[in-house]
């Protein structure tokens, strides 16, 4: 009796909460595949169910907050994969799991290959906020590798028209599903990070598309896309899919954005609130400056009073104090229009930026193109016309209907064969001999062989 005083006696619900605690310090967050059974859910929002196999069961509860992200609705007999942690309910002392993700059986595969993943590349260091590069505080212009035809390239494109047109973007056209998305982004990322012709003054990239399953999205946890993300020099944001979406582009890419419109508003400041923000600094820096003056009147107005009545000397020191709140008055105002100058040549740099500029230098540039290439083919067509013509001269000077024009014939045999040697012909023969004009019918009367020194005189 004595050895069970020294010892600590434990209530009940001391002695579950123990267990409690024991279990979910001890156990990480577990991934189970069972079917679903006699499933409640409350009015309360929290579902409680008993996930089960042929040879086993535990008792399950997905809180409120947890089960408002699962896109189906689970029933009795479905098959499911849970992640959650393993726990103790204290008030009856029952073994159970909490809930954090449920997922149809079907994608259990693409979740336990995504964990995998994960926790490859997450013990590499390529998820490590030291490796995040920091983003443009107001970019240029910005890249953005989606689908040219998605809502995600519009939602984007309409954000940064709203916030801040004067930012240039460019569509890097790619597939966002399938079995050649994971290449074409990748080839994207190269591309972009070459800065070469549009893409020179890129800033930074946007990668992304709207939501979908976790089959949908799978493209985006491809491994060699997050390698060739975590490569880019220049920074990368992943906006895929919506707030509640994760995939393995987001955890190492330098900025995740919960949706594509948010990626927008965070690389633009609003025009309205930088308008406004001038306006401040401006209106501070007046009041800073009026400020200033009535001190420095002040100053005067007590500096006078402590003047005597000194005679010239006190003329001379007045004077000289008016001097000295003339140049303090200049001076102040010289540089109220310096800031004034300064804040004008930022609004004139915004204006700059317009689109409607680079519109108008393109449109210069393609009808310059236009009239080189004009140029260029009536110089191609005149060179043709001239070497068509000096081929015809040289074909007319060999035709055989130019040598007939200056006495020749040429004689033929009765089956049209060209007579060049006499002893081809016999007399008797008939004959045809082709003129310049025409042709002339004969019989050979007689052949001979032609005396060599005939052609000598």
């Known amino acids: 009796m004595n050895d069970q005083q020294s010892e600590t006696v434990l209530s009940v619900s001391e002695l579950n909460r123990e267990a409690r605690y024991l279990l979910e310090d001890n156990f990480p967050a577990v991934l189970v595949e069972g079917e679903i059974s006699n499933i409640a859910m409350p009015a309360s929002g929290h579902w409680y169910l008993t996930l089960k196999d042929n040879n086993a069961q535990i008792r399950c509860a997905m809180f409120r907050n947890r089960n408002l992200r699962v896109r189906f609705r689970p029933g009795d007999g479905m098959q499911v994969l849970i992640k959650g942690k393993i726990s103790l309910y204290e008030g009856r002392g029952d073994f159970q ?99 070469q012709g549009c893409l020179s003054d ?91 003056l009535r001190q420095k009147q002040q100053s005067l107005i007590w500096l006078r009073k ?44 915004i204006r700059s930026h317009s689109p409607q500029r680079l519109v108008k230098e393109y449109r210069q540039e393609s009808m310059n193109m236009a009239l080189r290439l004009s140029k260029s083919m009536q110089q191609i067509l005149h060179f043709k016309k001239s070497k068509l013509s000096e081929n015809s001269h040289a074909l007319n000077t060999v035709s055989p209907l130019n040598t007939l024009s200056r006495g020749y014939s040429i004689s033929y045999t009765s089956n049209d064969q060209v007579i060049t040697d006499y002893q081809s012909v016999k007399p008797g023969d008939t004959i045809r001999s082709r003129l310049f004009n025409g042709e002339i019918i004969s019989t050979v009367k007689e052949t001979a062989a032609l005396d060599p020194s005939q052609g000598k005189d």
């Open 306 to 349: 402590q003047l005597k009545h000194p005679g010239r000397k006190l003329l001379e020191q007045a004077q000289r104090l008016d001097e000295i709140e003339a140049r303090l008055q200049r001076g102040f105002k010289n540089l109220l229009d310096r800031k004034y100058s300064t804040l004008k040549e930022l609004h004139l740099g």
């Open 97 to 195: 799991l909490i809930v954090e993700q449920m997922e149809e059986r079907g994608d259990g595969a693409l979740l336990r290959a995504f964990e995998q993943l994960k926790a490859k590349l997450k013990q590499e260091g390529l998820f490590d906020e030291g490796l995040k590069k920091t983003l443009p505080v107001l970019p240029a212009h910005i890249g953005v590798i989606t689908s040219p035809t998605g809502a995600a390239v519009k939602d984007i494109i309409s954000t940064l028209g709203r916030r801040f047109p004067a930012i240039t973007v460019t569509v890097i056209p790619v597939t966002v599903q399938g079995n050649t998305a994971a290449a074409e982004m990748i080839a994207a990322i190269k591309l972009a990070n070459k800065k």
């Open 202 to 292: 890129l800033d930074v990239l946007v990668i992304g598309r709207g939501g979908g399953s976790l089959e949908d999205l799978w493209s985006f946890n491809d491994e060699a896309l997050a390698r060739a993300i975590a490569e880019s020099e220049l920074p990368v944001i992943s906006a895929v899919g919506h707030e509640v979406d994760f995939t393995i582009a987001d955890f190492v890419a330098d900025f995740r954005a919960a949706t594509p419109t948010a990626a927008a508003e965070i690389l633009s400041p609003d025009r309205q609130e930088y308008s406004a923000l001038f306006t401040a600094y401006k209106r501070q820096l007046s009041a800073q400056i009026l400020k200033s």
